[in-house]
């Protein structure tokens, strides 16, 4: 049997174990808890080294893409700077230029307007002179002997008519309208219009349109008083064919002047190397022993009128058109006759060659004569 000593021994024995056991395992739990803290605090030391090098090469790589995008501002502005100097430098030699060039026009202007003032005192000096196609014709009593002297001046009036009328439409444009017309007072008081013009009616031939031009001439009075309501006349004339006229007219205008004229007409259509054409020329009779003018109860009108009609070059197909040019010359003298105060009014109502008059003349007789194709006049 065990002895109270021995057994006392024992208890101390494992009393003394134990509490060597329990402080085994204290330690054993420090050093786990410590391996466990040191592997947080390394995690941790990891995980704030990671973030810093993140954030480290982000900024890195920021400051990167901002140094080049500086760069290229600076290429930017650089070039800017040289395109903006460029252009100023264009700039500055496309305003010369233009300085330049205006000043050139300016100066044509200018020599321009010099050779249409000469012109222009030229126009003013000659009034009183011979116009083209005009000459001085006499008439006398004798009526075989009136149609021999107008008779051996038509050739050449058609002949100057024509040449002049060549010569004045140099450079034009076919086919366009285009009208000058200028108005003068003579020293000597009398009123007078210049006009020239040409344009194409569109529909029209040659033949069709000369026809109408002519018919509008020798027959004045009715185109008068149907256009401006005033009392025109044809005085009984001597002759009257295909190619030479004497248009005697009174007109009565609502002005109250009683206008008087005396006008020869030539005319021809002609088969030329270019095709058909046809010339009219109007001038005026200068003295008449058998029809004299009555200047102390008339106001006196003269005319002197060139017309060429010509055919438009046309391609297969089209439409034809022909071509009306045409030159006036119209003066009203200065009279005595106390009802002589509007002379504009007193030439547009008695002479179908003053403005439009001849133009809505032609117009209307093609109207009149209408096809389901016809003509546009112009």
């Known amino acids: 049997t065990e002895t109270p000593s021995h057994s006392s021994f024992f208890r101390l024995r494992g009393s003394a ?83 330049v060039l205006h000043e050139y026009i300016q100066e044509q202007h200018i020599t321009l307007a010099t050779t249409q003032a000469a012109l222009t005192g030229h126009v003013q000096q000659s009034l009183g002179g011979q116009q083209p196609a005009q000459s001085v014709i006499r008439l006398g009593m004798n009526r075989q002997e009136r149609l021999n002297t107008l008779m051996a001046l038509k050739d050449r009036k058609l002949y100057e008519a ?33 006009r020239f013009e040409t344009g194409p009616i569109r529909g029209a031939s040659v033949k069709a349109a000369f026809d109408a031009l002519l018919g509008t001439v020798l027959n004045s009075e009715m185109f008068l ?17 295909s190619e030479l006229a004497q248009v005697r007219l009174v007109s009565l205008t609502s002005s109250g002047a009683t206008v008087e004229s005396n006008t020869a007409v030539f005319s021809k259509l002609v088969e030329g190397a270019n095709g058909e054409y046809g010339i009219m020329a109007e001038d005026f009779v200068d003295f008449d022993e058998l029809h004299p003018y009555r200047s ?8 002197t009128t060139i017309v060429m009609v010509r055919a438009l070059p046309q391609t297969n197909g089209d439409s034809p058109v022909a071509v009306v040019t045409r ?48 003509p546009q006049p112009f």
């Not at 466990?36 to 990671?50: D, G, I, L, N």
């Not at 509007?342 to 060659?353: A, G, I, N, Q, Y």
């Open 225 to 241: 008083s149907q256009l401006f309501g005033s009392i025109t006349i044809r005085e009984d004339s001597d002759f009257e064919n």
């Open 17 to 99: 174990h134990m509490l060597q056991l329990k402080r085994t395992d204290n330690v054993k739990r420090k050093c786990s808890d410590a391996k466990h803290e040191t592997k947080k605090v390394k995690a941790a030391q990891v995980k704030a080294v990671t973030a810093y090098a993140v954030r480290k090469e982000r900024k890195r790589l920021l400051m990167e893409q901002a140094g080049d995008m500086q760069d290229k501002l600076d290429k930017l502005k650089f070039r800017l700077l040289v395109k903006q100097g460029q252009i100023e430098k264009d700039t500055k030699r496309t305003v010369a230029e233009n300085a």
């Open 296 to 303: 102390s109860e008339r106001v006196r009108r003269d005319t």
């Open 327 to 374: 030159w006036t010359y119209l003066k009203i003298h200065n009279s005595t006759a106390e009802a002589s105060q509007r002379p504009e009014t007193e030439l547009m109502e008695s002479s179908v060659c003053w403005g439009d008059t001849a133009q809505k003349c032609i117009e209307e007789q093609l109207m009149n004569a209408a096809t389901p194709n016809s």
């Open 162 to 194: 024509e040449r002049y009328l060549v010569a004045r439409t140099q450079n034009f444009e076919s086919g366009v309208k285009y009208c000058q017309e200028e108005r003068l007072e003579t020293i000597d008081g009398d009123n007078c219009i210049i």
